[in-house]
T-cell receptor
Framework: GQNIDQPTEMTATEGAIVQINCTYQTSGFNGLFWYQQHAGEAPTFLSYNVLDGLEEKGRFSSFLSRSKGYSYLLLKELQMKDSASYLCAEGYSGAGSYQLTFGKGTKLSVIP | GAVVSQHPSWVICKSGTSVKIECRSLDFQATTMFWYRQFPKQSLMLMATSNEGSKATYEQGVEKDKFLINHASLTLSTLTVTSAHPEDSSFYIC???????????FGPGTRLTVT
């Protein structure tokens, strides 16, 4: 896998819903992760999908379609603190270990 | 649970000197640790993967003699940037993973500035 593609920037209004899309190469796929990263900080884990479908966790949900090489992160009831970069990462087996390849991230700006 | 610490959080050094960054898993045993580098507005780039007690595996294009990685215990890995140059200035982030899990837990990162 690799060649992870996600939008560079998005803007949404406080209280609204936003969907961040991610596409990846399907060969060697072994799991899809979403991380949140605030400026100057390390990423924090949001979700992990390995099977098709929607995983819901509070205000955040993540969807996966393995046949399409497609995932999205859905954020509901947006809050100002949700302004951050959201990184899509594909898991694969390499170098004798399970590794992640990260996309460039989507910078989300939440406005009042 | 699953807390990873990094030290120092930031460091400024002169060109030609060496800098050591520590990564510790505080409440779990990290069988595998990863070192990433992130330049401004870029994604995390994996530099190397290390399993406890064995030599690190470096990604293509990463000089193993320049970026020395030691993973001597299940809770500690170190990255030493030798003979640092200004182009090595970056945000270095470690992550750790326990056995039987895919999830990586990230440290808070170390911002290195080489003058």
């Amino acid at each position: 896998g690799q060649n992870i593609d996600q939008p560079t920037e998005m803007t949404a209004t406080e209280g609204a819903i936003v969907q961040i899309n991610c596409t990846y190469q399907t060969s060697g796929f072994n799991g899809l992760f979403w991380y949140q990263q605030h400026a100057g900080e390390a990423p924090t884990f949001l979700s992990y999908n390995v099977l098709d479908g929607l995983e819901e966790k509070g205000r955040f949900s993540s969807f996966l379609s393995r046949s399409k090489g497609y995932s999205y992160l859905l954020l509901k009831e947006l809050q100002m603190k949700d302004s951050a970069s959201y990184l899509c990462a594909e898991g694969y087996s390499g170098a004798g270990s399970y590794q992640l390849t990260f996309g460039k991230g989507t910078k989300l700006s939440v406005i009042p | 649970g699953a807390v990873v610490s990094q030290h120092p959080s930031w460091v400024i050094c002169k060109s030609g000197t060496s800098v050591k960054i520590e990564c510790r898993s505080l409440d779990f045993q990290a069988t595998t640790m990863f070192w990433y580098r992130q330049f401004p507005k870029q994604s995390l780039m994996l530099m190397a993967t290390s399993n406890e007690g064995s030599k690190a595996t470096y990604e293509q294009g990463v000089e193993k003699d320049k970026f020395l990685i030691n993973h001597a215990s299940l809770t500690l890995s170190t990255l030493t940037v030798t003979s640092a140059h200004p182009e090595d200035s970056s945000f270095y982030i470690c992550s750790a993973r326990g056995s039987g899990t895919y999830e990586q837990y990230f440290g808070p990162g170390t911002r290195l500035t080489v003058t």
